[in-house]
């Protein structure tokens, strides 16, 4: 993907408008704001690396600083590594907003850490993909808790050179993974067993798997084996793409696991390619919640209305590597960049099953079972890597 620079001009229209007419101070009831008042000072955020840049680490990069002019809230951010290493920071109080996964926001909300938004409040809202809205990692009981950032698949990448046939399933890493040996990769997370679920549900319906994210005890075990096999044929388990990249371009890997960005950036030459297997594939749906205990309301609701206008939502997405949370940003994008990442393209996102964090309320709607939660699934992730 070739990253041209973004020109940044506009990048908040209509927010000034969206901010009038408001309370000099925010009004709270029940835990969701009911309306707006003046700027604070400051706005603390924390996320994915590269979800709040300023300029500082590439000049060319810069949707925050329209930001702070338009608005007077001065922004830090912090990012983080994992969602696990997220959860630990924001917990500490520090932090008015997070971009949270999928598999971090149902904790978030059920610890009480982050509050129900009035999107009401957030005009840009509206023209978010409707595929991404009053999902279950980011509605609770009917209430928002998350404004849409951007999303992506999990990918199958292969070498073409290596890996022949070229395949159409998730068996290269699982089933036929021998043929690889050492030469297989796998993303490097608890979250990565809805992977083997998702390969379980299609090939072995025995099993009554209907939701990757909600197993039972049986189910787990049965996920937990299919990694466990697989990890005798794993040479590297990943979660810095850049290493992904490395490891793909020396030829240390050969099959596995891949985001769009990894394929992406891929060197000139390279043998390689990235599909949507047959079986579908897990993903990522990002979202931007807002602490509950917050000094800065009415700046992070300035910012969640700020990161789904069209030009700063492309600016964001496509220095990420995803697609856009909506449409309106594939016009400020450089060419190809939406078509790249299947942006608004409902049938490939269909295929998606997008991190949820696994809960003992079985998220597939069973009543008669108790699924296991993601403190099952880290130490049965534990007992798989050994």
Known sequence: MSKTPLKLSALIVGMALALSGCAASGEQASGKLQSLGDNEATLSLLGWPGYAEDGSNDPAYDWVTPFEKETGCQVTFKSYGTSDEALNLFKSGDYDVIAASGDATLRLIASGDVQPLNTDLIPSYADVYPFLKGQAWNTVDGETYGVPHGYGANLLMYNTEVVKPAPTSWDVVFDKASAYKGKVTAYDSPIYI?????????????????????????????????????????????????????SFSTGNSVVGTTWQVIKNFMPEGSTVEAILPSEGATGWSDSWM?????????????????????????????????????????EFGSEGFCDSYHAGDEAYAAQIWYWTTPIAKCLDGRTDATCTDYSEWTTAWQEIKG
């Open 290 to 330: 807002v602490s509950s205990t917050t000094k800065s309301p009415n700046c992070a609701y300035a910012w969640l209305n700020y990161i789904d206008t069209p030009e700063a939502n492309a600016a964001a997405t496509e220095y990420f590597g995803e697609a856009p949370a909506t449409p309106g940003a594939c």
């Open 194 to 246: 809805a992977d083997a679920a998702l390969y379980l549900m299609k090939h072995n319906p025995d099993l009554g798997i209907t939701n990757p994210y909600a197993l039972d005890a049986d189910q787990l075990a049965a996920a937990v084996d299919l990694l466990k096999a697989q990890k005798e044929n794993v040479g590297e388990y990943w979660s810095d793409y850049l290493k992904s990249i490395d």
